[in-house]
């Protein structure tokens, strides 16, 4: 591949995503022109890991860029858009691109209209904002839509910091996201509650606990699939099963929706895997069905908001 030459980046968002990706891009050998950012933690941030760049009101970054990267929250991507397209800081054969996973070109549509070149980069990873971010890029996939004459600048971007492309059709990047989001963040829900059920059990170390089942199973599920599965469900046990709800009932109710709902789905896939007979997986079913009604009735199994 042929690399584009440097460009000039403006960043607009400087949040855990935007001031790394910002950071990396300068030590790839781009100038990072301007940045804005509101809070004091972006101004942090930018303190911390883009040290000499001119903070700038959004309008400002804009006009100042040839590559414009937008790292705001999905919900307020639209509106940026918008106002910057309004204000009259985008112009034709300006890159503009977001790291938003939800949206694709769709929400540029201002930026299209005045001839900006569109890009969407995700990075699949989850950031912490500091330095400890950097090495974490190499290697990282990022999913990728663009039209064919803006593919090559994407790609090279995403290689510059050490990453990987992974291109996403426009009408599959909410399912790609969502792929990530059910994976990643609602995986950090479930540690945080088995911790919190290993610390009431008596463990003194809940983490230490978990780290090696957790790091082995995650291993097994991404080389194997369903059938790493392992435990009471996929063996038949419907006993277990039983105490397992009766004792999250009593002593650790908040819990008791997401083992229900992890647990059905669980049921599902041993069946369709046909590694649970489907008589056992009656049995279980009837079990996790009369422990939703239980709590549909008790308001102290209902987890509050």
Request: hydrophobic share 50%.
């Amino acid at each position: 591949m042929t690399h584009p030459s440097p460009q000039r980046i403006g960043v607009i968002g400087a949040g855990r995503v935007g001031a790394v990706l910002a950071r990396a891009l300068r030590d790839a050998g781009h100038e990072i022109v301007a940045v804005a950012g509101e809070s004091d933690a972006s101004r942090s941030r930018i303190e911390a890991l883009l040290p000499g760049v001119r903070v700038a009101k959004p309008s400002a970054v804009a006009r100042a860029a040839d590559l414009l990267l937008l790292t705001v929250p999905d919900d307020m991507l639209g509106n940026v858009v918008q106002v910057l397209a309004d204000s009259g800081a985008l112009r034709e054969g300006q890159v503009v691109a977001h790291t938003s996973g939800r949206h694709g070109l769709a929400v540029l549509a201002p930026a299209i209209a005045l001839g900006a070149r569109p890009i969407a980069l995700h990075p699949a990873m989850t950031f912490t904002g500091t330095a400890v971010d950097l090495e974490r890029l190499s290697g990282c996939v990022f999913g990728l839509t663009a039209e064919p004459e803006e593919r090559e600048l994407a790609a090279s971007l995403v290689a510059d910091v050490g990453g990987r492309t992974a291109w996403v059709p426009e009408t599959r990047r909410a399912l790609y996201h969502a792929g990530l989001a059910h994976g990643a963040n609602h995986l950090v829900t479930l540690v945080a509650e088995a911790m919190e059920l290993l610390a009431a059990s008596g463990a003194d170390d809940p983490a230490a606990t978990l780290r090696p089942l957790l790091t082995a199973a995650l291993d097994n599920a991404l080389e194997h699939g369903d059938a790493a599965l392992t435990g009471p469900i996929v063996r038949g046990d419907v006993g277990t099963v039983r105490a397992h709800l009766a004792n999250l009932a009593e002593q650790a109710p908040t819990t008791l929706p997401s083992y229900l709902a992890l647990a059905r789905a669980t049921l599902s896939r041993a069946v369709i895997d046909g590694r649970l007979l489907p008589i056992r997986a009656h049995a279980i079913r009837q079990v996790l069905d009369a422990a939703e009604r239980a709590a549909a009735v008790d308001p102290a199994l209902r987890r509050t908001t």
